[in-house]
C-alpha cells in the first residue's frame, strides 16, 4: 500500500472556514519555507474566497500575493477554482474563464482545483480545457484536479458518484477530488465511495472534508483502508470545528502503520505555534469568534456550518429569532424542490435565502429571488433531478423560459468590454491581470484599483492626491512621475 500523501489547508480553507478569508499574506510569509520543506503533496493557498478577501478586505493584490507565493515555495501552490463561476457567484464567458486560467498559472498555480456546484460537467469544460493547455505554457508542472461535489439525498448515490467520475476522467483531468464541503461524508460511506471510485478509474482519488458534523477523522481513516491516494489537512490551530482535520493529529495517527505519511510531525510543532499566534491576531483585529461548534444537526439541514450564522442574521434582524427551527426545517425541502443540488457556492445562499424568504413571509415562494429563479430555469446548469413543476408554477417560469444547453454558450465574449468599462472609468492602461480582478469583482476591484494608486502618488511625495492626479497617473505613469518630480 501506498503511504497517504496530504495536502495542507492552512494557507487557505483552513482560514477560510474559520476566520472568514482574513488571513494576510504578511503573516503567511515568516512561515512558507518551513511549510515548503515539510514535503506536502500540495499546499492550497489561493482561489477559493481569497481573491475576493484580498481585494475586498485586506487591501492586497491576490495576483502579487500569488507572485510572492510561488517566489517562496517549490512546493505545488494549488487553488479552488469553480469552474465556469471562476472566484466569483454568476458564470462568466469562456474567453474570460480561459484567460483567468492561464494567468493564474503563468502567476505559478500548480494544482488547478476545479468543481462545479451541480455536478454539471459541462460547467468543467473551459475551465478544464484551459488549464490541460497551460500545462505546455508554463515551465512549472501543472495538475488538473476534477471534482465531484459530495453530497446526500435524492439521486445522490455512490453508484452515481462513481459514474461522474468516469466523465470526469475522460475530461482528461489528473486526479479526482471528492470535495465534501458540508462534512456529510459518513465514514463506512467514504470506504464504499472509495472503493468504487477506484473501480471506475485509475486516477488517483484526493478526499477534501470539514469537521462540522464530527465525521471528519474517522471519514479519512476508512477513506485511507479504501485506498484514497491524498487528504486534506489543516494545521492545529486552524484545523477542525467547520475546518479540515488537524494535520498533525492525522500523521502522528498513521505513523508506523502501511499508510505511514512519512512526514515530521515535529517539524510542524514551530509552524503551528506561529499560526496560532496568527489566529490570535486576526480574532483581535476583526473581531471574529474564531471557533465553530462541532453540528451533528448539518446531517439533517446539510448546508456549510459558515453560512448558518448568517441566516441567522437575516431571522434576527427581522424579529424572527424563533423562526430558526423552521428555517432548517425549511432548507431540505426547498432543496428537494430544487432537484436537490450540493449546497456549496453559490446553490447553498441561493437555497438559503429562499428558505429564509418562505420562513418570514409564512408562504413558500410568495417572494422569490431573481438568482432563484435563474437557478431554477438552469442558469447556473443542470441540477440532479428536475425541478419540482409546482416551483416552475410560482415562479412564473415557463417552458420557454428553460435553458437546456450550457449556459456560458449564450455569453458573448467579455474581455474586450471589462477592458472598454476599465478605461472608460480612467484605467486604459490596465493589465490584464487587473481586467480579470474588474471581471469578477467590478466595484470591488475598481476601488482596490484607486486606493493603490493612491498609495503609489503618496510614495512619489504626493501628500493628498486629488481625483486628477489618479487620472493622470493612470493615464500615463511614468509621465506622471516626471510631473510631479517637477511640481
Same mark, same amino acid.
Given at each position: 500500500m501506498a503511504k497517504v500523501k496530504i495536502t495542507e489547508t492552512v494557507l487557505r480553507d483552513g482560514h477560510q472556514s474559520l476566520l472568514a478569508t482574513r488571513m494576510r499574506l504578511s503573516q503567511m510569509l515568516p512561515q512558507l519555507e518551513a511549510l515548503d520543506a515539510i514535503g506536502y503533496k500540495s499546499l492550497e493557498a489561493w482561489g477559493g474566497a481569497t481573491f475576493d478577501s484580498c481585494l475586498r478586505f485586506l487591501d492586497e493584490d491576490p495576483w502579487e500575493r500569488l507572485d510572492t507565493l510561488k517566489a517562496h515555495l517549490k512546493t505545488p501552490i494549488q487553488m479552488l477554482l469553480r469552474g465556469q463561476n471562476l472566484l466569483g457567484y454568476y458564470q462568466y464567458p469562456d474567453d474570460v474563464v480561459r484567460a483567468f486560467v492561464k494567468k493564474a498559472a503563468q502567476h505559478g498555480i500548480g494544482v488547478f482545483r476545479i468543481f462545479d456546484a451541480l455536478n454539471d460537467t459541462r460547467n468543467l469544460q473551459t475551465a478544464v480545457e484551459a488549464a490541460k493547455e497551460a500545462k505546455n505554457e508554463v515551465e512549472h508542472s501543472v495538475e488538473v484536479q476534477g471534482c465531484l461535489v459530495y453530497t446526500v439525498g435524492g439521486p445522490h448515490t455512490t453508484d452515481e458518484f462513481a459514474e461522474l467520475a468516469k466523465k470526469l476522467d475522460a475530461m482528461g483531468v489528473d486526479s479526482i477530488c471528492i470535495k465534501d464541503m458540508s462534512g456529510l461524508l459518513e465514514p463506512y460511506v467514504a470506504y464504499d465511495l472509495v472503493k468504487k471510485l477506484k473501480a471506475a478509474t485509475k486516477l488517483p482519488i484526493q478526499l477534501h472534508t470539514h469537521y462540522t458534523s464530527g465525521f471528519g477523522s474517522m471519514a479519512y481513516l476508512k477513506a485511507i483502508e479504501a485506498g484514497v491516494d491524498v487528504i486534506d489537512c489543516a494545521l492545529s490551530p486552524f484545523a477542525l470545528d467547520t475546518s479540515q482535520p488537524c494535520t498533525e493529529t492525522m500523521v502522528a495517527a498513521l505513523e508506523g502503520t502501511e499508510y505511514d505519511t512519512g512526514l515530521d510531525r515535529k517539524a510542524m510543532t514551530p509552524i503551528a505555534k506561529h499560526f496560532l499566534g496568527v489566529k490570535k491576531e486576526i480574532i483581535d483585529e476583526f473581531g471574529l469568534k474564531g471557533y465553530f461548534d462541532v453540528n451533528p444537526n448539518v446531517l439533517d439541514f446539510q448546508i456549510p456550518g459558515g453560512m448558518l450564522s448568517n441566516l441567522v442574521n437575516q431571522l434576527k434582524e427581522a424579529g424572527m429569532e424563533d423562526k430558526y427551527q423552521e428555517l432548517l426545517d425549511e432548507m431540505p425541502r426547498v432543496r428537494a424542490d430544487l432537484g436537490y443540488p450540493p449546497l456549496v457556492t453559490p446553490s447553498s445562499q441561493i437555497v438559503g435565502t429562499m428558505a429564509t424568504f418562505n420562513v418570514m413571509t409564512g408562504e413558500r415562494y410568495k417572494m422569490v429571488p431573481k438568482e432563484f429563479k435563474e437557478l431554477a430555469s438552469g442558469r447556473f446548469g443542470r441540477t440532479p433531478e428536475p425541478v419540482k413543476q409546482e416551483v416552475l408554477d410560482k415562479c412564473g417560469i415557463k417552458p420557454e !423560459?428553460?435553458?437546456?444547453?450550457?449556459? *456560458?454558450?449564450?455569453? @458573448?465574449?467579455?474581455? @474586450?468590454?471589462?477592458? *472598454?468599462?476599465? *478605461? #472608460?472609468?480612467?484605467?486604459?492602461? #490596465?493589465?490584464?491581470? !487587473?481586467?480579470?480582478?474588474? #471581471?469578477l469583482f467590478p466595484a470591488v476591484a475598481e476601488e482596490f484599483f484607486k486606493k493603490r494608486t493612491v498609495k503609489q502618488l503618496k510614495a512619489l511625495g504626493v501628500a493628498n492626491p486629488t481625483a486628477e492626479d489618479v487620472l493622470l497617473f493612470n493615464l500615463d505613469a511614468e509621465v506622471a512621475k516626471k510631473f510631479f518630480a517637477a511640481k
Open positions: !423560459d428553460m435553458i437546456t444547453c450550457r449556459p *456560458a454558450d449564450l455569453l @458573448e465574449p467579455g474581455m @474586450e468590454k471589462y477592458k *472598454a468599462e476599465l *478605461a #472608460a472609468k480612467g484605467f486604459p492602461n #490596465a493589465s490584464e491581470e !487587473d481586467v480579470l480582478s474588474y #471581471a
